[in-house]
């Protein structure tokens, strides 16, 4: 087992694995930008080394500053959480080379699932199900013109090393192919350095449902059931649950067989996820792999009680996989408390926690690394709090995560606090009718956030 495991990320996933790694006996090293000198990562980690100032690119995605990091501390591996370099081939290459455990996926299954159009055809040759489209990058505009008349409209133009929504453009006729294209690739390019792109049929308002699966070494791989992430605004995920309100046990049983066998085919070790679309018909398809612990991955630590960053460290230590095919008895919701303005176009909304009220009681779990007192920075994801709850039932637990937000309270900035809650009296979330455009006609209403003014 490992001796000392430096996390490569910062805020509430650093502190999530740092809790892990004490409870099984291993030292931890922080690492932070000037920015974060007084997030609670760094204190609560074993060792703190800062690794730059606070630009993403001169910090946390610096590689050779992290290495670095873990050679002066003799850190044996290396957790790089979400997000960052968690999906970088080249960083998990260079702890390879340098002697240091990357727990995370192989360099070759982050080429490999990382750029969509391989992913793509890589599961085709599994057999399991993916979207029509282009087999691989789209070569110009003209290719994409006759692939787009080849499986009809609409169509989706994605990048392939895209995420976060970005490189993506749905086109709904031949007329808004070309300038959809050409803005695709430009933005593309500015994020990612890649502007290729590729093509499937748009799926007319879908449920994005993921499948957490997790590998050995030894070739093995579990499924443990399924999030259903459907709730979004520009591709950005607001609120999970499992098991999904549209789930049957026969499409369950079905989703998780596919996800094993696409892991198992490409050999994968370690936790990640397995992401699909399905139409309202139950057809589901591929959509992509992530190779890396979700945001989301507490609501399915709850209804398995697992604890699944302990789970990527044994997997990565070369232990075998302790879990098995999961279809889950409890109910769990996670909320996204975001710094942001649900009222202002949900703009970001840095600054200083002046008072904070966290709730708590049975079956609710708060992952956060905010206290009042601290700061705000305004450089990275606006993601402050993960509120979780937990009940024998899904209404249990809508009625559960209505008191806890009720218990929320966050001031001197502004969060989407108010919008969790009104979300939760929805008529239609509550029935479980919602898709990925739920939040197209969504009417925000600013009297809740009267009641979160003041504590």
Not at 38 to 48: G, K, N, P, Q
Not at 216 to 242: F, N
Not at 271 to 292: A, H, I, P, S, W
Request: with cysteine.
């Amino acid at each position: 087992m490992f001796k000392k495991i430096l996390i490569a990320n910062r805020g509430e996933i650093a502190m999530r694995v740092i809790r892990t790694a004490k409870e099984m006996g291993i030292k931890t090293v922080a690492v932070y930008s000037t920015a974060d000198r007084d997030s609670l990562h760094v204190r609560f980690a074993d060792e703190a080394v800062c690794i730059g100032p606070p630009a993403s690119s001169e910090s946390y995605l610096k590689i050779a500053n992290i290495i670095a990091a873990a050679e002066i501390t003799d850190a044996d591996a290396i957790h790089p959480g979400y997000g960052f370099l968690s999906e970088n081939a080249k960083f998990s290459k260079t702890c390879k080379d340098n002697g240091i455990k990357f727990i995370g996926a192989s360099p070759e299954h982050i080429d490999k699932m990382g750029d969509k159009a391989t992913a793509k055809a890589t599961m085709i040759q599994a057999g399991v199900p993916v979207v029509p489209g282009s087999e691989g990058i789209l070569k110009d505009y003209a290719d994409a013109k006759k692939i787009a008349k080849k499986i009809g409209y609409p169509v989706m133009i994605k990048a392939t090393a895209g995420g976060g929504g970005k490189g993506m453009r749905a086109v709904w006729s031949e007329k808004e192919l070309e300038k959809h294209f050409e803005s695709a690739v430009q933005e593309a390019t500015a994020a990612f350095g890649n502007g290729g792109m590729y093509m499937e049929k748009l799926i007319e308002e879908p449920r994005h449902i993921e499948i957490q699966i997790a590998g050995d070494s030894r070739g093995k791989a579990c499924h443990l059931s399924e999030r259903d992430c459907s709730v979004q605004r520009r591709h950005q995920k607001l609120v999970e649950e499992t098991p999904s309100p549209f789930m049957t046990p026969e499409l369950r049983e079905k989703m998780g067989d596919a996800a094993v066998k696409a892991a198992e085919f490409i050999g994968y070790e370690g936790v990640g996820t397995v992401e699909f679309l399905v139409d309202k018909n139950g057809d589901f398809y591929f959509m992509e792999m992530n190779t890396r612990i979700q945001v989301e991955h507490p609501i399915t630590e709850q209804v398995i009680d697992y604890d699944l960053i302990k789970e990527q460290i044994l997997l990565a230590a070369g232990q075998p996989i302790t879990g098995k095919n999961y279809f889950p008895k409890l109910h769990s919701i996670e909320c996204r408390i975001n710094a942001e303005d649900p009222y202002n176009g949900f703009r970001p909304s840095p600054g200083m926690i002046t008072n904070i009220n966290i709730p708590g009681g049975h079956g609710v779990r708060v992952d956060t690394h905010v206290y009042a007192g601290y700061q705000i920075p305004p450089y990275y994801d606006s993601m402050i709090a993960k509120l979780i709850v937990t009940s024998q039932s899904r209404e249990e637990s809508l009625a559960k995560m209505k008191r806890a937000l009720d218990e929320f309270y966050i001031e001197g900035i502004k969060t989407t606090v108010p919008f969790h809650r009104q979300l939760m009296d929805d008529p239609e979330f509550q029935k479980g009718n919602y898709t990925t455009k739920f939040m197209e006609t969504f009417e925000l209403d600013p009297s809740y956030a009267d009641s979160f003014s003041e504590l």
